[in-house]
């Protein structure tokens, strides 16, 4: 398996604008997560999913993010819209278990983005 | 509310020491303990999970104990090279939870 992949990036947009990340999680995993990072509050988890349902939307910071898993192999995470405090790092990981002791987290390299 | 806290924000140590590195948290009891290896411009990659009932686990060069009573976990690396620079982070989690990580330690090890 080639592992999470997360498209694009990077991303630079201006404030104002719509912004999707994407994320393929790896085949048979059950959960993902979405995670943001910056240096100031460190990895911060957004939301997760479960079998493709949302379990968990409380680090959402706002009603401009929002996160959608249609199918197994795929999942987004749209700001609309953007701010300029919304730049960061955006990763996406995946587990086989949604944190029992068995559970590693397989991250992706993550989107940096921009908002200008 | 619960919270995750690790000894520094740098560590800066010379080739062939020792690393130690503190994971401090409070308000909850996790059941186990996970270590993640991250590098600039790439995602965590996970390193090693201790349970609530192990005392000590090691890995290569790489040793975690977790104090319960403490709440506290070390992270050693023996023998420290300079590939080993990177930040380090720890996810103290209670099961059935989503990994909650602390901002991490970022590690340079000095040739």
């Known amino acids: 398996d080639a592992g999470v992949i997360q498209s694009p990036r990077h991303e630079v947009t201006e404030m104002g604008q719509e912004v999707t990340l994407r994320c393929k999680p790896i085949?048979?995993?059950?959960?993902l997560f979405w995670y943001r990072q910056t240096m100031m509050r460190g990895l911060e988890l957004l939301i997760y999913f479960n079998n493709n349902v949302p379990i968990d939307d409380s680090g959402m910071p706002e009603d401009r993010f929002s996160a959608k898993m249609p199918n197994a192999s795929f999942s987004t995470l749209k700001i609309q819209p953007s701010e300029p405090r919304d730049s960061a790092v955006y990763f996406c990981?995946?587990?086989?278990?949604?944190?029992?002791?068995?559970?590693?987290?397989?991250f992706g390299q993550g989107t940096r983005l921009t908002v200008v | 509310s619960q919270k995750i806290e690790q000894n520094s924000e740098a560590l800066n140590i010379q080739e062939g020491k020792t690393a130690t590195l503190t994971c401090n948290y409070t308000?909850?009891?996790?059941?186990?303990l996970q270590w993640y290896r991250q590098d600039p411009g790439r995602g965590p990659v996970f390193l090693l999970l201790i349970r609530e009932n192990e005392k000590e686990k090691r890995k290569e060069r790489l040793k975690v104990t977790f104090d319960t009573t403490l709440k506290q976990s070390l992270f050693h690396i023996t023998a420290s090279q300079p590939a080993d620079s990177a930040t380090y982070l720890c996810a103290p989690s209670a099961g059935n939870t989503p990994l909650v990580f602390g901002k991490g330690t970022r590690l340079s090890v000095i040739a």
């Open positions: 085949s048979g995993h059950d959960y």
């Open positions: 308000n909850y009891s996790p059941a186990y």
């Open positions: 990981a995946t587990a086989k278990t949604g944190g029992r002791e068995d559970t590693e987290a397989f």
